[in-house]
Structures are given as C-alpha cells and as structure tokens.
C-alpha cells in the first residue's frame, strides 16, 4: 500500500484492542506492518460480532477490523525456530509496537 510511510517496517505485537488500532493506523497510511501472533492467536480474536454469528476465531469483525492492511506470522517462541524468526523479524523492523507489562 502506499502512503506518506510507505518505507516504514514496523512489528506489531500487540493484542486486543489500542495497540492494533495504533499499528492499523500506520498500516492505512502505508506502512509495511507485519502482526506476530501466538500459536494460540491474538485474545481480539474471541470478540465479537462474528460473521454469520458464528463464534469461531477466523470470523471475529473485531479482530480483522484491528488488523486490516497488515501481514502476520504464527511464532512460538519457545520453538528455537519461532525465536530466530522473530529476531529476524526484529532486525528488519524500523519500529516494533508492543504492549507487555515492564519486565516481560
């Protein structure tokens, strides 16, 4: 997509609600936003409405209203092969968005 930061990488790897609202909002305006989730996937993803009603975690409008214009990746990262995927990931973002408490 372009946009005034189409040059901009930037690693999500928020959950829920305001930390996927911010990076969609570099993703509109044409960041490169690649989402990380766990295996289990992103909390956002139980959240309604769900498409049909069907409470199922590929249907949740929530969680793809948050993570429109952005690209993801499955890692676990207590695979050694998720770790070194995400500190790729880390070394090829301009900018990486998180929301964890101090100390993790």
């Known amino acids: 997509m372009t946009g005034p930061l189409q040059d901009i990488r930037v690693l999500d790897l928020t959950e829920e609600i305001v930390g996927p609202y911010a ?7 044409g960041a ?3 989402k990380v989730e766990k295996p289990e996937g992103d909390s956002a993803r139980q959240l309604g409405p769900f498409k049909d009603g069907d ?23 207590t695979a050694s092969a998720g770790l070194n995927s995400f500190w790729d990931l880390v070394d090829w973002a ?11």
């Open 23 to 29: 990076t969609k909002l570099l993703a509109d305006y």
């Open 32 to 34: 490169d936003v690649v």
């Open 55 to 77: 409470r199922h975690p590929e249907k949740s409008g929530t969680f793809f209203y948050f993570n429109t214009n952005k690209r993801s990746v499955v890692l676990d990262l």
């Open 94 to 104: 301009d900018i990486i968005v998180e929301g964890f408490q101090p100390g993790v």
